[in-house]
């Protein structure tokens, strides 16, 4: 009777695993407009990316591109993240991506480049400057000026450190610094300042992962 | 009646903002190129292996001068894929079919599902072509793309 339920369970097992595919969520590919487009997805009960691959047909004017990638695990729980090298973007061209799972595809989809640009994550600086403000600057971590850094804006965030309110700022990336006016804050306290960047070329509506945070304290 | 008004006044509302983000995306195209063949001109190949220099055909001759439409950039695109990008050399890499440059102007060309191919055609049967070295037809070039992109900036007010 056991090994029949055993039996049983073995082969339930093996049509679900067949048939009842979890759904894929949140296939997304985004690119930074300079060399590197990534593509993420989750899955409710994904354990491991294993057997995920993507084939990619970039189809440029004269030649088409293509490019394969293996999902790995990232760092967030349950996404797996795939990476490709691109020599360079153009914002009308699409990407043809075809998300498979061994040789079976699990879905198909084309992003035009101009919509799916998530800029690089900036890297912030700080310094308290004489008169008690805060000069804040920041890279934008691409290695060329053109016109697409010209379109960037950063939003900056800074708040109490334990508290939950913020105060936002919003700058052109062409501006290159923002200071923080120290006599508004609040005095011997110290603060938490984070960035994320956002582009013109879509309306800034995709913002870049925040930065790594930078502390700074008030005087008396 | 009143829903007719409502449905075009909508129309009308939805359009102007199509048209808006057209031509934003015609602008940075435009940009980008000014940025490319600016890079390209402050260090022109000049020269082959062999030591000569690199003519194209002359497009502003054709008909009554630069006229910076349509058929011109098509036309640029064709002669430089035709006389430059298949040329040898780490000095001509700006000009491959699959650097930013040529796929811009691509891409530019194919805006609005416009199309090249019937307007080049129509050139084909030129003779006497009068040609130019590639560094005046590149400031050719720069020059038209920066005049239309001028076109499409916002009037000051």
Same mark, same amino acid.
Do not use: P
């Given at each position: 009777m056991s090994s029949s339920l055993f039996l049983y369970q073995i082969i339930l097992t093996l049509v679900c695993q067949a048939l009842c595919d979890d759904p894929i969520k949140d296939f997304n590919c985004f690119n930074d407009y300079e060399a590197e487009m990534t593509c993420s997805f989750s899955s409710e009960s994904l354990r491991n990316c294993s057997g995920y691959n993507m084939n990619v047909t970039q189809k440029l004017a004269y030649e088409i591109n293509r490019y394969s990638c293996v999902f790995e695990g990232s760092h967030h729980n349950a996404i797996c993240e795939c990476k490709i090298e691109v020599e360079g973007f153009i914002t009308e061209e699409i990407f043809s991506t075809t998300l498979l799972k061994g040789t079976k595809v699990l879905l198909q989809r084309d992003f035009k480049t101009i919509d799916y640009i998530k800029p690089k994550t900036p890297v912030l600086f700080v310094k308290k &400057?004489?008169?008690?403000?805060?000069?804040? &600057?920041?890279?934008?971590?691409?290695?060329?000026?053109?016109?697409?850094t010209d379109n960037l804006f950063i939003t900056l965030t800074y708040r109490i450190k334990g508290e939950i309110e913020t105060n936002s700022t919003k700058v052109a990336n062409t501006v290159g610094f923002c200071d923080i006016v120290g006599s508004l804050l609040q005095p011997k306290t110290e603060y938490i300042l984070t960035a994320k960047m956002s582009s013109n070329y879509n309306g800034q509506k995709i913002y870049s992962d925040q930065s790594a945070a930078v502390h700074f304290t008030t005087g008396l | 009646m009143? %829903?007719?008004?409502?449905?075009?006044?909508?129309? !009308?509302? !939805? +359009?102007?903002? #199509?048209?808006?983000?057209?031509?934003?995306?015609?602008? #940075?195209?435009?940009?980008?190129?000014?940025?490319?063949?600016?890079?390209?001109?402050v260090n022109p190949p000049k020269e082959t292996k062999a030591k000569?220099?690199?003519?194209?055909? $002359?497009?502003?001759?054709?008909? +009554?001068?630069? %006229?910076?439409e349509h058929d011109y950039f098509c036309q640029a695109e064709e002669e430089m894929v035709k006389k430059v990008s298949g040329l040898s050399g780490v000095k001509f890499d700006p000009f *491959? #079919? $699959?650097?930013?440059?040529? *796929?811009n102007l691509n891409t530019y060309n194919h805006q609005d599902e416009k199309n090249c191919k019937k307007e080049i055609r129509s050139h084909a049967a030129d003779e006497d072509l009068e040609e130019i070295t590639l560094d005046v037809f590149l400031k050719d070039l720069l020059k038209c793309v920066k005049n239309i992109n001028s076109q499409k900036s916002p009037r000051p007010s």
């Open positions: &400057t004489e008169n008690g403000n805060f000069h804040v &600057t920041w890279v934008d971590s691409y290695e060329q000026r053109n016109v697409f | 009143m %829903k007719t008004l409502l449905l075009l006044a909508c129309t !009308v509302f !939805v +359009s102007g903002f #199509t048209l808006k983000g057209t031509d934003a995306m015609h602008k #940075t195209v435009l940009k980008e190129l000014v940025t490319e063949l600016e890079a390209v001109l000569e220099e690199i003519f194209l055909v $002359d497009l502003g001759k054709k008909g +009554s001068g630069l %006229k910076c *491959r #079919t $699959d650097k930013k440059l040529m *796929r």
